[in-house]
T-cell receptor
Framework: SQQGEEDPQALSIQEGENATMNCSYK?????LQWYRQNSGRGLVHLIL?????REKHSGRLRVTLDTSKKSSSLLITASRAADTASYFC????????????FGQGTILTVHP | NAGVMQNPRHLVRRRGQEARLRCSPM?????VYWYRQLPEEGLKFMVY????????ESGMPKERFSAEFPKEGPSILRIQQVVRGDSAAYFC?????????????FGPGTRLTVL
């Protein structure tokens, strides 16, 4: 598997439900970031968690990081149709200049 | 304060032509990354440049691809003799010297289609 691999590849839920996406990585990291990409559009930075942090919140987003398992999860609570997008995790590590390694992404579809 | 700008947003080329993609980083930013996103995939690092210097080009294909970030003007990603496999979205990101390298700002991307 590749560095920063997301699971599941696709997730379909109803509005109001929670969505959980997971990301696994292989090498040591400085931080892990989550991005959203709407179809055919650019990247929107959602949240960053550093290697010495275990959990972080931002609005309806909750990110956890388990460095012992080399994994992270992104939880979106009370999902909305507007949350429909692809979600990518990206890890930074191994260089001093923040080069990012992206996963394959999870396609989230929220049905109204 | 304008964000990272990329142009063109869409570029169509025939096989064998050259493609030039431009990235204007945010004001005051002197570091630029280029990433490529193939259809249905995540972004892959291509190259990291500072003004007038290529710092890391480990993700660049060995042939036909080149990048520069001159003292004045935008960063340019150049693809010579394009092939269908070059069809992808190309994103650049920038950050400022002295700012945390965590804080990368992404442009909207250039979508290259090779016919």
């Amino acid at each position: 598997s590749q560095q920063g691999e997301e699971d599941p590849q696709a997730l379909s839920i109803q509005e109001g439900e929670n969505a959980t996406m997971n990301c696994s990585y292989k090498t040591s990291i400085n931080n892990l970031q989550w991005y959203r990409q709407n179809s055919g559009r650019g990247l929107v930075h959602l949240i960053l968690i550093r290697s010495n942090e275990r959990e972080k919140h931002s609005g309806r987003l909750r990110v956890t990081l388990d460095t012992s398992k080399k994994s992270s999860s992104l939880l979106i609570t009370a999902s909305r149709a507007a949350d429909t997008a692809s979600y990518f995790c990206a890890t930074a590590g191994g260089t001093s200049y923040g080069k990012l390694t992206f996963g394959q992404g999870t396609i989230l579809t929220v049905h109204p | 304060n304008a964000g990272v700008m990329q142009n063109p947003r869409h570029l169509v080329r025939r096989r064998g032509q050259e493609a030039r993609l431009r990235c204007s980083p945010m004001k005051g930013h002197s570091h630029v990354y280029w990433y490529r996103q193939l259809p249905e995939e995540g972004l892959k690092f291509m190259v990291y440049l500072q003004k007038e210097n290529i710092i890391d080009e480990s993700g660049m294909p060995k042939e036909r691809f080149s990048a520069e970030f001159p003292k004045e003007g935008p960063s340019i990603l150049r693809i010579q003799q394009v092939v269908r496999g070059d069809s992808a979205a190309y994103f650049c990101a920038s950050f400022r010297t002295g700012e945390s390298t965590d804080t990368q700002y992404f442009g909207p991307g250039t979508r290259l289609t090779v016919l």
